[in-house]
């Protein structure tokens, strides 16, 4: 039996799908929870694993210079009997007033000091009610103190409130839960990934734990228990290990040692901690960032292709949600050359300085390291769009109403 012309145009135009509702949308399907619980599973024991057991309470200092908060309260400028190598202050002394704690093991300290004014490469630049940070060195001559810092407390306190209220009055609710995620991931950095790297653990392993706890905590806090965080958690989960991967095959090709500044070298011989494996950690965490990014924007697009078009169906949403995520990526790939291009842009222009031949610059170890990791970022966030948008077309997709098909005459079969 034919079907009418009727209703053939009408089940084109989706008529036999029902619009989805928000509960529909947000409940996730028993398949999805069967993946998604033993990964979560696998990342609590792992955590458990990985905890460090030892203090790394770090000892007392020996020797060292002890620093002190302290109030410029004048100034005295006088001329330079020498050419400066960068003339910050000009010569001359502050009156500095010392905030001297209780427990300062001196017997008679003194509350102010004639400091000479700080010049030189990096020096700060200071005037009179600036509070400042000193270090007292003991010499054969007496104590001696130098300027060496501004205190930056006041400051960062006012811009971090300007955040939180910028947050919460844009944001809402929305905003507190993105502020409790930072919080999570904060904690998370401090009191697992980094103890456990100096504890000895392996660096990557570390970070794709850390990571997929992050991962896992802070997604669902700040979008809540939707299908389309689950599928957002599952491609980030799969883009991130795809990462992981390319960067260790990236990083032992290239011989990269992770040593590219007197930073790096300082941690990895003080603090016995693998400089690879750390550099491998720091490529991990940081793509993160963006890939939850990508996945949470994705997910969501399908999420309103759906809702916008009930009769798509998996094919067709896959198709519309790629063509966003292509836009997207094209964005994001210059924002992760530019972020990496901006963190290590001193050493950058020293390179640059003191190289003649631009091949020689490309392949120098600093540079080499910044490239692996832009390539190897931008890699997973291209596997991302794909993983993601087919996952949630397969989640999000519109199912067939039988009870607008029976009243379109159609048996659910037709």
Known sequence: MRTPRRTQEWQRMGGHHRRPDEHELGRTPRAAWLVLAPIALLTVVAMAWLWPTEDLTPPERQGGAAQYDGTITAIESSECTEDLTDDVNGCGTATVALEVPEDDPRQNPVDEAEVPLPNGPGAPEVAEG????????ETPDGESYAIVDHQRGTGLAVLVGAFVLAMVAFGRWRGVSALAGLGVTF???LYFVV?????GSPPLLVAIVGSAAIMLTVLYLTHGLAATTTVAVLGTLASLTLTGVLSALA?????LTGVTDDLSLAVGMTQGVNTEGLLLAGIVIGSLGVLDDVTVTQSATVAELARANPAYGALQLFRAGSRVGRSHIASVVNTIVLAYAGSALPLLILIVANTESLGSVVTDQIIAQEVVRSVVATLGLVAAVPLTTGLAALVLRSRPDPQASESAGLSPQA
Not at 195 to 199: H, N, Y
Not at 251 to 255: N, R, W
């Open 195 to 199: 103890p456990a790297i100096l504890a």
């Open 251 to 255: 990083v032992s090709a290239l011989h």
């Open 130 to 137: 600036d509070d400042v940070v000193l270090i007292l060195n």
């Open 187 to 189: 904690l998370l950095l």
